[in-house]
């Protein structure tokens, strides 16, 4: 395999009020920030404790000796109330002093300043707090953070990310930075959630729905740079969503959204169009709340969709009629007797050959829990469920036949050549963060999913025809050419653990996470057999006489193509190609502030992808000898897949608060970014393991075989 690694050198300076994020974690926010007292010297062992208003979640701190604290892993959103408190006696007591309104934003430190005036047990207590959503310490590169406010502001039309995630600079709807929309690395809760086959470039992008509805995700951010080392796996972009927690407070929204074809164009260059018809509905709820107050809470979202629209609005010709906008050279009369007598002679429904419409049903619900076991642990709970499908033209590709022309004037072909295609997804995530020994954390997140994209066929399995008239395609009917045995699942597995101690300048993070992704893929092209005719008299005559004469020893064969694929795999119904990859990662991090207002984070991880033995070897193949750059005999292993190769990335960033007040910071960074590959590219590479065979015949006396 050609590994997929991008050594990119991302160097960036943000001056002012730039909303790029560098991240923090994949499922939460935290609140960073220092004490000092009226002479700018710092507080030691203060006491701080954040409060999730909505949820009673509490979080707890102490200052450290340089008066900074750190709350990590903490639920996005708020507002949170922040009191810095101080137990003990003498000159450094201090009056509990609140900071309220504080918002905790996904994957972004939060930076809190509290200057303390008047240290003394007997005095009145004037504590100032500063908080910039915009200004962060720990921000390095490139990133986007979208809040739920916003999220339930913008419009879209599909209900996807992808209009959420267009608002990052480097978009192009979801390709970051001119890379292929398959390597970038999206992640729900933590957990990942990726296209990871990559026969498209996100989850709902096969049938064109969104797999977790825009009403139950909290927020989103896409990292482009991220020079924290926890962020891996992508060399486009990172793209986190979290979804919705509940609260004390028992909150439900019943919603339903529909559109038609009233904004659909029905002119184009002054020619009359029909759109026809369209409907859209989609139909939810949602709802959250306390199971225990300030404890255990549960959030639900269930959506039922529908989308109905021509599949396609090309009409056949009534005779007489110029073939231009919709209306095709194809006769309805040669249509209606082909259909008729494929049902009488040979049994087989074509469907009907126009009017018929692209139907793309979609269920989607997800469930979540949040326990707060303690202050110092907390423990989260998501499975999200999606069944859709919907409906797909016949291909245009010659590999089979000889090639169609959907979508042109030239052809029209019947329902049952078309195809569906499935989007089934299932995906559970845990997650616990915890605090240990009041200046460490440890963040733990396990996640399974699974996906199913097959295909179906819209009618019986049956050989397919293509009929030509003057040498250009002009109508099918039969099992859409690469349909029948097309069949996809695949399944990830993701173990993923961070642990960070915090000190006085340095806070140090480890970390490791492991994927286990398995794939069975059958792909049987040319099972149900091709057959190309080069006018509809050519084929009436040779079935025609097939059934008055089936020894073929009298009439004429006026069949022009003929393909068949069989399997060369013997005992088997059909060539399941399984892939197994175990994708390891390790990374270690400092961060690490020199002075009060420098931070610079510097950091390695090493990623290594480990393929299973599921080549199928070809023992005619591999005793074969070809020659290398160099012209010697050399003797491959046609089941032999990539041998592990270590990718390593070192990144390391800075954030400079020139002046020290949040008005004015530089921050940027470089570092070295890595990927999966789309596995499709593996996996084709030992499939595809049946024989087409057949023959080729331009007229009716000279047969050209081949293989």
């Known amino acids: 395999m050609r590994q997929i690694i991008l050594a990119l050198l991302r160097v960036g300076a943000l001056v002012g009020s730039a909303a790029a994020a560098s991240a923090q974690g994949v499922t939460s926010g935290q609140i960073s920030g220092v004490v000092v007292d009226a002479q700018k010297q710092p507080v030691a062992g203060a006491n701080v404790i954040a409060i999730h208003e909505p949820s009673g979640t509490s979080y707890e701190a102490t200052t ?116 292929d929309n398959r390597l970038n690395n999206i992640t729900v809760d933590g957990s990942y959630f990726n296209n990871s086959f990559g026969l498209a470039g996100a989850p709902g992008e096969r049938t064109g729905v969104a797999p977790i509805s825009l009403e139950a995700i909290e927020q989103v951010q896409v990292n482009v740079a991220p020079f924290d080392v926890r962020q891996g796996n992508f060399v486009g972009a990172g793209v986190n969503t979290v979804t919705r927690s509940g609260s004390n ?64 609005t090309f009409k056949a010709n009534a005779g007489g009629e110029t073939a231009t906008g919709s209306k095709t050279r194809v006769l309805a009369s040669d249509l209606n007797a082909l259909s008729a007598f494929a049902s009488q002679r040979l049994n087989y429904e074509t469907g009907p050959y126009e009017n018929y419409d692209d139907v793309t049903p979609a269920r989607r619900y997800l ?3 949040d326990f707060n076991l303690n202050n110092n642990n907390k423990v989260s709970f998501r499975y999200s469920h999606l069944d859709s499908s919907t409906d797909v033209g016949i291909s245009g590709s010659g590999s089979l036949g000889r090639g169609r022309a959907p979508g042109s004037t030239n052809y029209l072909s019947f329902q049952n050549s078309n195809y569906q295609i499935l989007e089934n997804i299932r995906s559970g995530i845990g997650e616990w963060n915890a605090i240990v020994g009041g200046n460490m954390s440890n963040s733990l997140i396990i996640g399974l999913t699974k996906q199913d994209e097959s295909r179906a066929s819209r009618g019986a399995f049956f050989p397919l025809v293509d009929i030509f008239e003057q040498n250009i395609a002009y109508t099918s009917f039969g099992s859409e050419p690469f349909t029948p045995n097309n069949e996809l699942r695949y399944s990830t597995f993701q173990l993923q653990d ?31 057999s091709a057959y190309v005719y ?23 064969v006026t069949l022009s193509r003929f393909q068949v694929r069989y399997l060369n795999i013997p005992g088997v119904d059909k060539p399941v190609q ?16 020199p002075r009060s207002n420098l931070t610079v984070t510097a950091g390695v991880r090493f990623d290594v992808p480990v393929f299973g033995k599921t080549g199928y070897a070809n ?20 089941g032999d897949l ?66």
């Not at 109330?81 to 309220?100: K, M």
């Not at 399984?578 to 270690?588: D, I, K, M, R, W």
């Open 534 to 556: 080069n006018s509809l008299a050519d084929f009436y005559t040779d079935v025609n006489g097939f059934v008055a004469d089936p020894n073929r020893t009298t009439s004429p």
């Open 619 to 638: 023992s005619n193949a591999d005793s074969l000898t070809f020659r290398d750059e160099a012209g010697q005999g050399v003797q491959y292993s046609s």
């Open 367 to 369: 469930l979540r829990n």
């Open 498 to 528: 961070n642990f960070t101690r915090f000190g006085n300048r340095h806070s140090l993070t480890f970390g490791a996470s492991l994927e286990r992704y398995e794939s069975e893929n059958v792909f049987f092209p040319g099972s149900q």
């Open 64 to 179: 450290r000796a340089d008066g900074r604290f750190s709350i990590p892993n903490m639920r996005v959103g708020g507002p949170y109330s922040v009191t810095v408190a101080y137990t003990g006696t003498g000159a450094a007591a201090f009056e509990p002093s609140t900071q309220t309104d504080i918002i905790v934003n996904l994957g972004v430190g939060t930076d809190l300043s509290f200057a303390v005036q008047g240290i003394t047990v007997t005095e009145t207590v004037t504590v100032t707090a500063q908080s910039d959503t915009v200004f962060s310490s720990a921000r390095t590169g490139a990133a986007t953070s979208v809040s739920r406010t916003e999220i339930a502001t913008l419009p879209t039309v599909s209900g996807r990310i992808n209009d959420i995630a267009r608002l990052t600079p480097q978009a192009s709807g979801m390709s970051f930075g001119g890379q």
């Open 249 to 312: 407070r028992i909150s439900a929204s019943v919603y339903h959204r529909f559109r038609n074809e009233e904004f659909v164009g029905t002119e184009a260059r002054g020619l009359p169009f029909n759109p026809g018809t369209f409907t859209f509905r989609d139909t939810g709820v949602w709802a959250s709340g306390p199971i225990v107050p300030n404890r255990l809470f549960a959030f639900f979202n269930f959506e039922d969709e529908e989308e109905t629209r021509p599949l396609t």
């Open 642 to 707: 990539p041998e592990p190769k270590i990718l390593w990335s070192p990144r390391v960033g800075i954030n400079w608060d020139v002046t020290g007040d949040l008005r004015t910071q530089i921050r940027g960074g470089t570092g070295v970014f890595t990927g999966r590959p789309a596995y499709v590219w593996i996996s084709n590479q030992i499939g595809n393991t049946g024989v087409l065979t057949g023959f080729d015949q331009q007229d009716n006396t000279t047969a050209r075989p081949f293989n």
């Open 578 to 593: 399984p892939l197994e990859v175990l994708y390891g990662g390790a990374y270690a991090q400092d961060e690490w502030r």
